[in-house]
């Protein structure tokens, strides 16, 4: 039996939580993939090898940014990649 994958959330809080994981495609072909620049020095230089990749394996790419890394993206652009993406990748880089 494998062990539970522990991820921490950065976010303020008191006391941890459990989520559940969502499910990943077995396929990548046909699935868009939002990639999410958090507008951090680097971030594009790996979203670029990334986004190579995801075409590699058939995905369709959309690339997004975050107009500065300090706040959490707005709401305007989370609704937008959520309605137009299957799966988002945020890079965070220095």
Known sequence: MSQPTVVLDPTAGTTPSDRTRSPR???LVGVTVGLLDISKPRGDVFLDRVAERLGEQGATVLRYAKPTFTK?????LRHEIATQCAAVIEALAD
């Open 25 to 27: 495609p077995t396929s």
């Open 72 to 76: 959490p993206a707005p709401v305007d």
